[in-house]
Nanobody, 121 residues
Framework: VQLQASGGGLVQAGGSLTLSCAAS????????MGWFRQAPGKEREFVAG????????LYLDSVKGRFTISRDNAENMVYLQMNSLKPEDTGVYYC???????????????WGQGTLVTVSS
């Protein structure tokens, strides 16, 4: 599975961005998907996950109510809608695919290259 993340950029605090992740797999709908981020000097952390059907989601507590993960299995796409962005949301965002939508990065088998999100104060 090849994953290509896009949509990052520079945004002011309070603004919005939508990240996209395009997957190459014909069996995309069988994978759970996740978004992770890594801020400068910090470890990678889980942001959001979604199961294969899109009916179940999971979020980092600090992004609940601000971020929404979704997927389009017909288009092999997963999205992360980010609203009310804060400077602490800054980081490189990665999409990942695996058998289950867990918070653990080790449970995901495939990773995209990352897209940089910078939120200015």
């Amino acid at each position: 599975v090849q994953l290509q993340a896009s949509g990052g950029g520079l945004v002011q605090a309070g603004g919005s961005l939508t990240l996209s992740c395009a997957a190459s797999a014909r069996t995309f709908s069988s994978y759970a998907m996740g978004w992770f981020r890594q801020a400068p000097g910090k470890e990678r952390e889980f942001v959001a996950g979604i199961n294969w059907s899109g009916r179940a989601t999971l979020y980092l507590d600090s992004v609940k109510g601000r971020f929404t993960i979704s997927r389009d299995n017909a288009e092999n796409m997963v999205y992360l809608q980010m609203n009310s962005l804060k400077p602490e949301d800054t980081g490189v965002y990665y999409c990942a695919a695996g058998p289950a939508y867990t918070r653990s990065g080790t449970e995901y088998d495939y990773w995209g290259q990352g897209t940089l999100v910078t939120v200015s104060s």
